[in-house]
């Protein structure tokens, strides 16, 4: 758990300018800067970043956030792995749990620096080697693609890293998954002879390799092993040199190979990854969605290939949110992705990839063929075997149509279906109720909160209404500046600290008008006042309009003493100023 005073640190030493304007070259726009949107296609500028406040909002999709927003939807990193690299960034040490704290073992930047010196060495003696250059050429390889991902050799021989580094013995060698000790004590080279892949995190670092061998040796594929850097069940090949082509298509393929991934960028489709030697997680999910809507499975057409799209699917119900969709795509028997794109063309298995199978239907199609749809037995299997597959799924709309669809095939009606299957509605929270007139009083304080925090100090809690999603958010936003204490924390910092909750669209909704139309600093107080008057008024009325409702029914002796005098005082208020 990251201590909320060390976020608060981290964005107030990261300027979110700096840090967009390396990734998107921002321009001027008055007090703020603005850009084409990184995050959806658009021809005029919509993106815009609030040096006074350090948050970005795009006008066009909604995009909104911080710095360590930013790097989560542009980089497809997770939250801790944000707030890793931008306190790197700025020199800051990230604390950790005293029970997860690694005492013994090298720092992982160590490592990260001994596998950029191994990848450049693989990459310098690629130029050497006649035979690995045959190879990649005779594979359609490139100089410039090879480049691209960083393609190396591993020359023969058994400890030829020992000319990369001064010390072949040091153990975060053997750490790093580069160096194996045998049994007898005897150091020697993990990669041999082999086409050597760098896989690097989204960072860009190398953090493990994949090694093909030449020729007809086994394995053909050998990967690196678990490393303190390296966890292949969370990373997937090629996502650094993807990440414009994921940007621009909306779609990210997976293939089962490192030469499929290179193949098809050599023939300009580069919105391609892999996964490692394992089967596609929900992790891999997770990480692919944040960056793209749509997620597309190529596989084999062999029986392998549809063994791999199956647990892929298995593993992706869970991880698919609402409106994302993740398809199949399946190779003639005899092809996979390299030789297909050499031998069909581009344009043929990008045809291929928009016209992939819905995971519904592929959902439905794998499942009826092990059943005999033509007996009632065969119909009730298929509602058994899709039993355990519609409860892990998260997605109400899409697990409705499923049902809708099995119910059509087994016979069964709708409700029995979901009887059968057991499944109970997906909880999603209601919306709150608006009413009409609260956003006119309460968006502009809101709005005044988020420009000045320190005002919450002076807000009257209680006459806020009860039944207003906006009166909740400013309840919220209160209780959050006053939780802080001093320093009172900016609006990026507070944001952070409300990710995730029900306040936080329409946090960004105000946020966003802040940015096009600040209060004058001057003014802020005043205004303020005035909302808080407006606010007390507004409640005044409505508890009145209570209590005459209350009398209407009852008459005066059905109110409380408490009642009494407030109705007293409040029809004595209305007669001076009526």
Same mark, same amino acid.
């Given at each position: 758990?990251?201590?909320?005073?060390?976020?608060?640190?981290?964005?107030?030493?990261?300027?979110?300018?700096?840090?967009?304007?390396?990734?998107?070259?921002?321009?001027?726009? %008055?007090?703020?800067?603005?850009?084409?949107?990184?995050?959806?296609?658009?021809?005029?500028?919509?993106?815009?970043?609030?040096?006074?406040?350090?948050?970005?909002?795009?006008? %066009?999709?909604?995009?909104?956030?911080?710095?360590?927003?930013?790097?989560?939807?542009?980089?497809?990193?997770?939250?801790?792995?944000?707030?890793?690299?931008?306190?790197?960034?700025?020199?800051?040490?990230?604390?950790?749990?005293?029970?997860?704290?690694?005492?013994?073992?090298?720092?992982?930047?160590?490592?990260?620096?001994?596998?950029? &010196?191994?990848?450049? #060495?693989?990459?310098? $003696?690629?130029?050497?080697?006649?035979?690995?250059?045959?190879?990649?050429?005779?594979?359609?390889?490139?100089?410039?693609?090879?480049?691209?991902?960083?393609?190396?050799?591993?020359?023969?021989?058994?400890?030829?890293?020992?000319?990369?580094?001064?010390?072949?013995?040091?153990?975060?060698?053997?750490?790093?998954?580069?160096?194996?000790?045998?049994?007898?004590? &005897?150091? #020697?080279?993990?990669?041999?002879?082999?086409?050597?892949?760098?896989?690097?995190?989204?960072?860009?670092?190398?953090?493990?390799?994949?090694?093909?061998?030449?020729?007809?040796?086994?394995?053909?594929?050998?990967?690196?092993?678990?490393?303190?850097?390296?966890?292949?069940?969370? !990373?997937?090949?090629?996502?650094?040199?993807?990440?414009?082509?994921?940007?621009?298509?909306?779609?990210?393929?997976?293939?089962?190979?490192?030469?499929?991934?290179?193949?098809?960028? $050599?023939?300009?489709?580069?919105?391609?990854?892999?996964?490692?030697?394992?089967?596609?997680?929900?992790?891999?999910?997770?990480?692919?969605?944040?960056?793209?809507?749509?997620?597309? #499975?190529?596989?084999?057409?062999?029986?392998?290939?549809?063994?791999?799209?199956?647990?892929?699917?298995?593993?992706?119900?869970?991880?698919?949110?609402?409106?994302?969709?993740?398809?199949?795509?399946?190779?003639?028997?005899?092809?996979?992705?390299?030789?297909?794109?050499?031998?069909?063309?581009?344009?043929?298995?990008?045809?291929?990839?928009?016209?992939?199978?819905?995971?519904?239907?592929?959902?439905?199609?794998?499942?009826?063929?092990?059943?005999?749809?033509?007996?009632?037995?065969?119909?009730?299997?298929?509602?058994?075997?899709?039993?355990?597959?519609?409860?892990?799924?998260?997605?109400?709309?899409?697990?409705? $149509?499923?049902?809708?669809?099995?119910?059509?095939?087994?016979?069964?009606?709708?409700? !029995?279906?979901?009887?059968?299957?057991?499944?109970?509605?997906?909880?999603?929270?209601?919306?709150?109720?608006?009413?009409?007139?609260?956003?006119?009083?309460?968006?502009?304080?809101?709005?005044?909160?988020?420009?000045?925090? !320190?005002?919450?100090?002076?807000?009257?809690?209680?006459?806020?209404?009860?039944?207003?999603?906006?009166?909740?958010?400013?309840?919220?936003?209160?209780?959050?500046?006053?939780?802080?204490?001093?320093?009172?924390?900016?609006?990026?910092?507070?944001?952070?600290?409300?990710?995730?909750?029900?306040?936080?669209?329409?946090?960004?909704?105000?946020?966003? !008008?802040?940015? $096009?139309?600040?209060?004058?600093?001057?003014?802020?107080?005043?205004?303020?006042?005035?909302?808080?008057?407006?606010?007390?008024? %507004?409640?005044?009325?409505?508890?009145?309009?209570?209590?005459?409702?209350?009398?209407?029914?009852?008459?005066?002796?059905?109110?409380?003493?408490?009642?009494?005098?407030? #109705?007293?005082?409040?029809?004595?208020?209305?007669?001076?100023?009526?």
């Amino acid at each position: 758990m990251i201590p909320e005073s060390f976020i608060q640190e981290l964005l107030h030493r990261v300027d979110v300018v700096d840090l967009i304007d390396g990734y998107v070259p921002l321009k001027k726009a %008055g007090a703020n800067f603005a850009a084409c949107c990184p995050f959806h296609n658009e021809k005029s500028p919509s993106f815009t970043v609030s040096p006074t406040k350090q948050f970005y909002h795009c006008f %066009g999709c909604g995009a909104h956030g911080t710095a360590i927003g930013f790097l989560m939807e542009y980089s497809g990193l997770g939250f801790i792995d944000a707030i890793k690299e931008l306190s790197n960034r700025v020199g800051l040490q990230v604390p950790e749990d005293e029970g997860r704290r690694p005492h013994d073992g090298p720092k992982i930047t160590a490592l990260t620096e001994i596998m950029a &010196r191994a990848a450049k #060495y693989y990459y310098e $003696q690629l130029k050497r080697s006649e035979k690995a250059i045959d190879y990649l050429k005779a594979r359609g390889v490139s100089g410039e693609i090879a480049q691209k991902f960083g393609i190396g050799y591993a020359p023969e021989g058994w400890q030829n890293l020992g000319t990369a580094f001064e010390d072949y013995t040091i153990n975060e060698l053997q750490i790093a998954g580069l160096v194996i000790k045998n049994e007898q004590g &005897r150091l #020697y080279d993990r990669f041999r002879d082999r086409i050597m892949f760098p896989i690097m995190n989204q960072k860009g670092e190398v953090i493990a390799f994949g090694g093909r061998v030449l020729g007809a040796g086994e394995p053909k594929y050998l990967n690196s092993p678990e490393t303190p850097l390296f966890e292949k069940g969370r !990373e997937v090949f090629g996502l650094p040199q993807a990440r414009g082509a994921l940007r621009d298509k909306d779609t990210a393929i997976v293939v089962e190979g490192y030469m499929d991934v290179v193949a098809l960028a $050599q023939h300009g489709i580069g919105n391609a990854v892999a996964t490692l030697g394992t089967a596609t997680t929900a992790t891999h999910v997770q990480k692919l969605l944040r960056q793209v809507d749509h997620i597309v #499975y190529c596989f084999d057409g062999d029986s392998a290939g549809r063994k791999a799209a199956w647990r892929a699917l298995e593993n992706s119900l869970e991880a698919l949110p609402e409106q994302k969709s993740i398809g199949f795509v399946f190779l003639p028997e005899a092809d996979d992705p390299d030789s297909f794109v050499r031998s069909q063309g581009t344009e043929a298995f990008e045809r291929m990839v928009v016209q992939a199978t819905p995971l519904s239907e592929f959902l439905l199609r794998e499942l009826a063929s092990h059943c005999d749809m033509t007996s009632a037995e065969g119909r009730a299997k298929l509602v058994a075997e899709a039993k355990p597959l519609l409860g892990r799924l998260q997605t109400p709309l899409l697990r409705l $149509q499923l049902v809708k669809r099995l119910a059509e095939a087994s016979g069964f009606s709708q409700p !029995e279906v979901e009887r059968l299957c057991d499944l109970r509605p997906i909880a999603r929270p209601a919306p709150a109720r608006v009413p009409r007139q609260a956003p006119s009083l309460l968006r502009p304080l809101l709005r005044l909160l988020l420009q000045k925090p !320190e005002l919450a100090n002076g807000l009257p809690v209680d006459a806020l209404p009860t039944n207003s999603a906006e009166a909740r958010a400013v309840r919220s936003l209160c209780e959050t500046i006053m939780a802080a204490g001093d320093p009172t924390p900016p609006y990026a910092a507070l944001l952070e600290r409300l990710r995730g909750s029900e306040d936080e669209n329409i946090l960004r909704e105000a946020a966003a !008008e802040l940015m $096009q139309q600040p209060f004058a600093e001057e003014d802020i107080d005043a205004e303020f006042d005035g909302a808080i008057k407006r606010l007390v008024e %507004g409640e005044n009325k409505r508890a009145f309009a209570q209590l005459q409702e209350k009398v209407s029914k009852l008459g005066v002796a059905g109110l409380s003493g408490e009642e009494k005098l407030h #109705y007293l005082q409040a029809l004595s208020t209305r007669g001076r100023t009526g």
